[in-house]
């Protein structure tokens, strides 16, 4: 059995058709995996992007704690003996991985960007070192345990027609010992760095806030709207939202065109976004390592050099 | 309180090189570091020492070169170190099972404190790991850590969410960069470490029969070549430069 379960119903869908793929390749069974309420509609829309079944555990836990999805996850696994497992990665989903590995004692391997069967064997790829590096993982026991961001494989086309068994169950486990005293929304809109075209991302090098408007106004001139950021300027100083967020522990992401101003370059921010187009940099210090990773770069003062840029792009896109 | 730090040696990344050649990242010669976050988490393990006392014992799996880097650490305030041989082969699983065996070998413990990814690898996987293998709670991605006599509150950063967690002990934490700002230890700390014991254990006499159940069959380097054309002085030369070197390549319209 190939099993896929993630809480971002997306994310799922995305697991779904790299899932029936795999499950062809092993000639065995895709099952999608609901835990929290039989939700039948969701069930029937996994059903239409590629599962065989869905198996929706029942449970009266309110909220994701890594320690009881695990226990979960594991009597699913255990009940459907499945040996090929595709989880989200999210953060709840790598967590929950990871520990399910450990629980379960699977090898599993994290932010996949590529998984397939060489020589029968369940091959997944990652990126390593910082982004220097792409690490070919091979599986040589089972159960497998993967876990694959969004965004990585398109899902498939929706097929109302498909059918598929569902099967719930009411699973009950122990209680952990930690508690959720609150849950906060951090999410601000609908950003989405990950399918913008044209970014314009700020760092330390902004003294304020407010300045953010700077980057603001030229993504506007550039029909591009979307703002990214460093890691310091959504983690630390919270000025933007995570979803702003581009790098290694942030977005990945590949527009035409990236902007970046008032960055460093360290290899962590560029892990975000080395794969883009173009990259332009703006910053004041002509030896950053920005420098060596951009296309373009004007040596300048991003409070002068961002007014004037906007004024120019305007001009030329009249 | 007794507090176990987890702390990986990593080659720097940010000096590592692709070979131009054979694509292949060069991994030999690249200075060696303790993993960044790695040091938030010994950071933690500190100020809850200054809060409630107690005992933190380091435990690296590594090289035995890996013993210049726990020093580090027991200059900036670990009281023991222990470094855990590895087998020749190993993967996550490896690791992951040697820590939960040293960690059980040390006995008695109330917080595990481990970074949030390693700056190699970048996966979080061994904590959640090691937090199973020890049958324990975990709180992940902790931006902020309150501990008590007898429970630990923790601000998470869960990306779209901010989640706050509360446990009691022993639990396991892992903590991110922004959790606090590691301390430089002084001359005086990094001279007195040196009479601070460091173990050497095998992995033969915690476990037999480790084996990796995931091989790294290849490891592909990617260079990123640019074009790295820098205007400097005159500015509004360089932004109408700038202006029109985008149009021809296309990327205003
Ligand atoms: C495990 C790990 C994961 C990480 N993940 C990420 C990640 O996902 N994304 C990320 O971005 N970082 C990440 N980092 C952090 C990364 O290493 C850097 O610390 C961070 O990217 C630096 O942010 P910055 O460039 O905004 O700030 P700084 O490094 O402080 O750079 C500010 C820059 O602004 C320039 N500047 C200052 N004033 C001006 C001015 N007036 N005009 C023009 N230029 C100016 C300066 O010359 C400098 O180059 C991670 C680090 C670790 C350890
Ligand atoms: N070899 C190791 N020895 C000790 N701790 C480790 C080792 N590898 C990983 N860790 C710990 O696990 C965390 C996450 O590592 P990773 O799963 O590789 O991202 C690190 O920040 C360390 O705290």
Not at chain 1, 180 to 209: H, P, W, Y
Not at chain 1, 260 to 267: C, D, E, K, L, T
Not at chain 2, 110 to 115: N, S, T
Request: glycine residues 8%; neutral net charge.
């Amino acid at each position: 059995m190939v099993i896929v379960y993630s809480d971002d119903k997306k994310l799922t869908f995305e697991l779904l058709s790299k899932g029936s793929e795999l499950a062809k390749g092993l000639g065995k069974k895709l099952t999608a995996v609901i835990i929290g309420k039989a939700d039948d509609n969701l069930a029937k829309e996994y059903i239409s992007f590629g599962a065989d079944n869905v198996f929706i555990a029942e449970t009266s836990i309110d909220s994701f704690k890594a320690e009881e999805y695990t226990d979960i996850l594991g009597n699913i696994v255990k009940e459907t003996s499945a040996e090929t497992i595709l989880i989200g990665s999210n953060k709840n989903g790598k967590e929950l991985a990871s520990r399910l590995a450990g629980k379960i004692n699977a090898g599993c391997v994290i932010d996949s960007t590529n998984v397939y069967l060489k020589d029968k064997k369940l091959t997944a790829e990652r990126v390593v070192y910082s982004g220097n590096a792409i690490a070919v993982e091979q599986f040589n026991s089972k159960p497998c345990i993967v876990t694959v961001p969004s965004k990585v494989f398109d899902p498939l086309k929706k097929d109302g027609g498909r059918k598929g068994e569902i099967v719930k169950k009411k699973i009950e486990v122990e209680k952990s010992a930690s508690k959720i005293l609150k849950v906060q929304d951090m999410k601000t809109g609908d950003v989405n760095v990950e399918d913008a075209e044209i970014i314009v991302s700020c760092g330390r090098g902004f003294k304020n806030k407010d300045d953010i408007k700077l980057v603001d106004e030229l993504a506007k001139v550039l029909k591009g709207k979307t703002v990214g950021c460093s890691r310091p300027i959504a983690a630390d100083l919270k000025w933007l939202s995570e979803d702003h967020w581009i790098g290694l522990s942030g977005h990945k992401v590949k527009p035409k065109l990236y902007i970046a101003a008032g960055i460093s370059g360290q290899i962590q921010h560029i892990a975000g976004m080395r794969d883009s187009g173009i990259i332009v940099a703006i910053n004041k210090d002509s030896e950053a390592l920005i420098f060596k990773s951009a296309d373009y770069g004007i040596v300048g003062d991003l409070y002068e050099v961002l007014p004037k840029l906007t004024n120019a792009v305007k001009e030329k896109m009249g | 309180m007794n507090i176990i730090v987890c702390a990986k040696q990593v080659i720097d990344v940010s000096e590592m090189k692709v070979d131009p050649n054979t694509k292949k990242p060069i991994l030999q010669g690249v200075p060696q570091k303790i993993s960044d976050i790695d040091k938030n988490a010994m950071e933690e393990a500190i100020k809850i020492k200054e809060k409630h006392g107690g005992k933190i014992t380091v435990v690296t799996v590594g090289p035995s070169d890996a013993k210049e880097r726990i020093k580090e650490l027991l200059a900036m305030g670990a009281d023991e170190g222990i470094l855990v041989s590895h087998p020749e082969k190993y993967d996550y699983h490896v690791i992951s099972s040697l820590l939960a065996e040293a960690i059980k070998k040390i006995g008695e413990y109330d917080i595990v404190l481990c970074g949030e990814a390693s700056i190699d690898m970048f996966s979080g996987q061994v904590g959640p790991r090691v937090a199973a293998l020890l049958n324990i709670p975990q709180i992940t991605y902790a931006q902020s850590v309150t501990a008590e006599k007898d429970k630990v509150t923790a601000e998470r950063n869960m990306g779209d969410k901010a989640v706050t967690t509360e446990s009691t002990y022993p639990v396991l934490i892992t903590v991110t960069k922004e959790s606090n700002e590691p301390r430089l230890p002084s001359l005086m700390q990094i001279l007195g470490a040196a009479n601070k014991p460091i173990n050497d254990w095998t992995a033969d006499s915690l476990t037999s029969g480790l084996n990796p159940m995931v091989d790294t069959v290849e490891l592909k380097g990617i260079s990123m070549e640019r074009k790295n054309v820098i205007y400097q002085n005159d500015l509004d030369e360089s932004v109408s430069k700038l202006v029109d070197s985008l149009t021809k390549e296309g990327v205003l319209r």
